[in-house]
């Protein structure tokens, strides 16, 4: 709780108001976290921040609350906040809600996948803060419904991921359109020096705020183990632990599409109740799972990473990497969807024998060592067929290169006092050509 929370501080010594006070006290908070304790002042004084903090340490309310605390009711679209995904906007939103609940700010989501219409008919209604995807913002930007004219405040909430090559054009765009003075907000569990760099390029002498006691990326309320597995055996192990640990609420990270329907389909026929989401689903199915899982009606949901970031579910108490993220980055980003403010949580995480380095990078990233876990009871099966066909092809392929070297005419050993060891250690002279040569079957460009 001491890396967490600063237990000698509380909201109202930051100068916050009744209202905001009100919405802190309704969501059950009573000191604020080290991250809030810092990023809330400074924000207040008109800063630039560039804030980094691990995930489920309270940034959102570390940009929020002062928003609540400055905008004023009158002035519309006053700040305008970018997420890289859909299920992150609908979530700050929703947060940003709640906490403001006793103000008269409104705040809206604006991303694809819901009707145009429906979106825009809420902008008319002159909302102070807009929670957006890039592509729909610029979309209603295109269309005279989101002008950038009043815009006091712009945040981008997870920076690293806004400014990496897929989101970068679209955030040169947005931000370069809003050419009057105003002040920005960037945070993220993770930024690198590129990302740093590439972000002060749209700031006003940022403060950097870096809020860890500890140097690893994440909380320590997080227990991180993991289990060597063959690539086979996943399924049978994912079972094993969800039937035999029982666990409360489990969110299942898998690295395709297809690879999360195909594991919901094999739990569900192994009497699991799970379920899917990702990026091909349509955007209310999203919605309407998100908000099973959030009200704690579905206990297994298997995921893409869309739902690395943004899904802020307080009772989540597993996170199982099925399949290792190929950037370690993702890995802080998905465990950190348990431990939310404070709570204990669990991160599994499945190794294949091939993913050694992988799983080491990881730990370099994090800055952690994560230990091996095992199962005396869990009994790994059989290679499948075709597995087991290639491993004996190259078994064999291995018994005949040792018979091809064995055949290879040796000298032998010369005298103690004749020997080179410089040349051939152990005096051993090869006297014949190998029994196969490539045989000059390559192609050469001289003629």
Not at 145 to 160: F, G, S
Not at 218 to 224: C, F
Not at 309 to 326: A, C
Not at 404 to 411: G, K, M, T, Y
């Amino acid at each position: 709780m001491e890396e967490l929370f600063d237990t000698e501080m509380s909201f109202a010594d930051m100068g916050l108001s009744e209202p905001v006070l009100r919405g802190i006290e309704q969501l059950g908070f009573a000191h604020p976290t080290a991250v809030q304790a810092r990023m809330i002042p400074l924000i207040l004084r008109g800063r630039d921040v560039l804030g980094q903090s691990k995930t489920g340490t309270g940034k959102t309310a570390g940009f929020g609350l002062p928003l609540l605390e400055m905008l004023d009711p009158d002035t519309p679209l006053a700040c305008l906040c970018l997420t890289p995904t859909r299920e992150l906007a609908i979530q700050v939103a929703h947060e940003l809600r709640n906490l403001g609940r006793f103000t008269p700010l409104k705040v809206i989501a604006v991303y694809g996948g819901q009707r145009m219409r429906l979106q825009a008919e809420k902008l008319k209604k002159d909302p102070q803060i807009v929670v957006g995807t890039p592509g729909r913002v610029m979309d209603m930007h295109r269309r005279g419904l989101l002008p950038y004219d009043n815009i006091q405040v712009a945040i981008l909430d997870e920076v690293d991921r806004m400014l990496d090559i897929g989101f970068r054009e679209d955030i040169r765009q947005i931000l370069g359109a809003v050419s009057h003075k105003h002040q920005t907000v960037f945070v993220s569990a993770t930024i690198s020096p590129e990302i740093e760099t590439l972000a002060r390029r749209y700031m006003d002498d940022p403060e950097k705020l870096d809020v860890s006691s500890s140097p690893s990326l994440t909380v320590s309320q997080v227990t991180q183990r993991y289990f060597s597995v063959q690539r086979w055996d996943k399924n049978h192990l994912l079972v094993h632990l969800l039937k035999h640990e029982e666990p409360a609420l489990t969110l299942v990270f898998c690295r395709t599409k297809q690879t999360v329907d195909a594991l919901t389909d094999y739990l569900k026929r192994k009497g699991v109740d799970a379920t899917a989401i990702h990026g091909d689903m349509y955007q209310g199915q999203r919605n309407r799972v998100m908000t099973k899982f959030r009200k704690g009606e579905l206990s297994v949901l298997v995921a893409s990473d869309l739902a690395a970031r943004g899904l802020d579910v307080d009772d989540i108490s597993h996170v199982i990497n099925y399949d290792l993220p190929e950037d370690p980055e993702i890995y802080v980003h998905r465990i950190g969807r348990t431990a939310r403010t404070g709570r204990e949580g669990i991160a599994w995480s499945f190794v294949t024998p091939e993913q050694g380095d992988l799983l080491t990078a990881i730990e370099k990233l994090a800055n952690v060592e994560i230990p091996i876990s095992e199962y005396a009871d869990f009994k790994p099966g059989p290679p499948p067929k075709e597995i087991a066909a290639q491993q004996q092809q190259v078994a064999q392929r291995q018994d005949e290169l040792q018979i091809e070297h064995s055949r290879i005419p040796l000298a032998p050993p010369p005298p103690e006092e004749g020997k080179d060891e410089s040349k051939f250690p152990g005096g051993l002279t090869p006297v014949a050509l190998p029994v196969k040569r490539m045989g000059g079957r390559l192609r050469s460009r001289r003629r």
